[in-house]
């Protein structure tokens, strides 16, 4: 495996938001039991469930490969993402979670609604995106000065996708 592999891999949009959730809903949790449930919910719904979809269809040889690199594979995929994240934001609210996780569901489902628009006329780094939105979540959310420490992300994963032909320099 080669640098730019393990980087695309371990900050890929799913193992990120899902990394996130956890300190989003522990900032707002009084205890960890609510903790694991928000962050659970979050990460089920907007993260497991469609990379477990996308791993069928990888299987069933409708997608060629995890990462969906062909541009028109990506709209099922998107699709699926976009009614779990609707029914993450539904039972967040059902559990009474307070507003901020169910925002950050909202935000990701708005997030992946845009990269579907944008990818129905041009191919975009979802990783580029969702590496930058998450650290822009981490500066809002704690601190310019620690958003500023995790921003070097950015540049490395679009590095990674560049440097493994995924991506140009432009979708990035």
């Given at each position: 495996f080669s640098w730019a592999r393990i980087v695309s891999d371990l900050l890929s949009p799913p193992v990120v938001w899902s990394a996130l959730s956890f300190p989003i809903a522990g900032r707002v949790a009084s205890t960890s039991g609510q903790v694991v449930l928000w962050a659970s919910i979050y990460s089920f719904f907007i993260c497991i469930v469609p990379v477990l979809f996308i791993a069928y269809m990888v299987k069933r040889g409708r997608i060629t490969d995890i990462h969906v690199?062909?541009?028109?594979?990506?709209?099922?995929?998107?699709?699926?993402?976009?009614?779990?994240?609707?029914?993450?934001?539904?039972?967040?609210?059902?559990?009474?979670?307070?507003?901020?996780?169910?925002?950050?569901?909202?935000?990701?489902?708005?997030?992946?609604?845009?990269?579907?628009?944008?990818?129905?006329?041009?191919?975009?780094?979802?990783?580029?995106?969702?590496?930058?939105?998450?650290v822009m979540a981490i500066g809002a959310l704690f601190g310019l000065s620690i958003g500023l420490l995790?921003?070097?992300?950015?540049?490395?994963?679009?590095?990674?996708?560049?440097?493994l032909r995924r991506h140009t320099l432009a979708q990035v």
């Open positions: 690199r062909v541009r028109r594979q990506r709209i099922l995929p998107f699709t699926v993402s976009i009614v779990c994240a609707s029914m993450a934001v539904v039972l967040l609210l059902t559990v009474h979670a307070p507003p901020l996780v169910p925002m950050f569901a909202l935000f990701s489902l708005l997030q992946i609604a845009i990269m579907l628009m944008i990818t129905t006329i041009w191919q975009i780094s979802m990783h580029a995106m969702g590496i930058t939105s998450a995790f921003a070097p992300l950015i540049v490395v994963v679009g590095a990674a996708r560049i440097k």
